[in-house]
Nanobody, 118 residues
Framework: QVQLVESGGGLVQPGGSLRLSCAAS????????MGWYRQAPGKQRELVATITSGGSTNYADSVKGRFTISRENAKATVYLQMNSLKPDDTAVYYC????????????WGQGTQVTVSS
């Protein structure tokens, strides 16, 4: 089992920045990849960014060049630095961990609200 605790959401003006954090605990040695997804009202949950234990990253096209995902393996913590935020970035952001088991297991954080508005 892996438990996730997120922090860092809030209200920011367009063009502003926020940093999200997600700390994992429990069976952290089984973690293969960590990442962030988001879900806006009336829309499906979508990938924002992921990072493997080796440091390989993947970003949604809509956030490339604006968002940066990073990871501290020793702390089992993943970060999402969000710059040049737009109103379209408004959503609940969820931390995701993929862990090795009999099959890959997905764990989710409780979600943190990010609102970009003037």
């Amino acid at each position: 089992q892996v438990q996730l605790v997120e922090s860092g959401g809030g209200l920011v003006q367009p063009g502003g920045s926020l940093r999200l954090s997600c700390a994992a605990s429990g069976s952290i040695s089984s973690i293969a990849a960590m990442g962030w997804y988001r879900q806006a009202p009336g829309k499906q949950r979508e990938l924002v960014a992921t990072i493997t234990s080796g440091g390989s990253t993947n970003y949604a096209d809509s956030v490339k060049g604006r968002f940066t995902i990073s990871r501290e393996n020793a702390k089992a913590t993943v970060y999402l630095q969000m710059n040049s935020l737009k109103p379209d970035d408004t959503a609940v952001y969820y931390c995701n961990v993929k862990a090795f088991g009999i099959a890959i297991i997905n764990y989710w954080g409780q979600g943190t609200q990010v609102t970009v508005s003037s």
